[in-house]
């Protein structure tokens, strides 16, 4: 694992969005976890923006079909996995670099008896332990902005995706360059590693020998998302406290803020791309 890898799997250590506060929420709710169904969960097991929203429309673009092997890139506990299986009858392997997320998505899979659908890997993205051609698609959500070689983590994707195999998905960009003091501490607090402006993506794409099929540009949607997801984390960052499960503090919250802001203002923001591997 890279030093920069370490940084991130520890920053997600730490995070709200964890089995252990799912459970004791869900326990909490219901008396107990017995005959959890995967909609119990999508509340609080998806990792990014827009919820269940953001996973049919990257199952759109890659037009994924029941039966098909779908890669998610950074699967983090796994629940677009347990969405993509449930609503679009695909099986679902998802490779992500934290321990305990993978710890956390392989207990949750269990939970909803998912297990023998969803194959939750400890790995990286820049070196994927899987055969050339092996998904029919590949779907990521806010994750490559903690990739340290986007590059890397992309001809990796290529390669295991088969011909005509789609890669669809969101992450974070820049629309206006920030000072490296402000970079500094996007990446102190949210283990960012580098943003690309939406044109440099394309660009990137298309030098690992894919072909851009879309590029929409959401940061719009995402200020009002963010603001909302903004006050979800002040209260799961609080309940995490007092239940002595992973939190982040004010530090993190005071962060999120000036993120929100700088989404809202276009400074920075977000792009869903959808590539394919040529035939
Ligand atoms: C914002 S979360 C997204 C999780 C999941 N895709 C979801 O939407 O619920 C980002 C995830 O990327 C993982 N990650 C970051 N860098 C990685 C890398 N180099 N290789 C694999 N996973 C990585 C983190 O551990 C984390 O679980």
Redesign the pocket.
């Known amino acids: 694992m890279e030093m920069a890898?370490k940084t991130?799997?520890e920053w997600?250590a730490n995070h709200p969005i964890s089995a252990p506060h799912i459970l004791t929420k869900l326990t909490n709710l219901r008396g107990s976890t017995k005959d959890v169904t995967p909609q119990e969960l999508y509340p609080y097991?998806?990792?990014?923006y827009d919820g269940l929203n953001a996973n049919a429309r990257l199952a759109d673009k890659t037009q994924m079909k029941p039966g098909d092997h779908v890669l998610?890139?950074?699967?983090?506990?796994c629940?677009?996995a347990r969405w993509y299986v449930t609503e679009r009858g695909v099986d679902v392997t998802g490779?992500?670099?934290?321990p305990n997320?993978v710890d956390g998505a392989k207990e949750l899979n269990a939970l909803v008896g998912m297990q023998d659908q969803i194959h939750p890997i400890l790995?990286?993205?820049?070196d994927m332990p899987f055969d050339d051609n092996k998904f029919d698609a590949a779907v990521?959500?806010?994750?490559f902005l903690?990739?340290p070689d986007k590059a890397k983590?992309l001809s990796e994707v290529f390669r295991v995706l088969r011909p005509g195999g789609r890669f669809a998905f969101t992450d974070w960009v820049m629309h206006s360059s920030l000072s490296e003091d402000e970079m500094e501490q996007y990446s102190q607090r949210f283990a960012c590693q580098s943003l690309l402006s939406i044109p440099e993506y394309q660009a990137k794409l298309e030098q690992t020998g894919f072909k851009v099929v879309s590029a929409d540009d959401v940061t719009a949607s995402w200020g009002e998302i963010l603001a909302r997801r903004l006050s979800m984390y002040q209260t799961l960052d609080a309940e995490a406290e007092r239940a002595g499960n992973p939190s982040k503090g004010d530090e993190f919250l005071k962060m999120y803020a000036q993120f929100v802001s700088d989404v809202q203002q276009r400074r920075i923001g977000g792009v869903r791309l959808a590539a394919e591997k040529p035939q």
């Open positions: 890898e991130v799997a997600y097991d998806q990792d990014h998610d890139v950074c699967a983090g506990l629940g677009p490779i992500d670099i934290s997320r790995g990286s993205a820049m990521s959500q806010e994750s903690h990739i983590a």
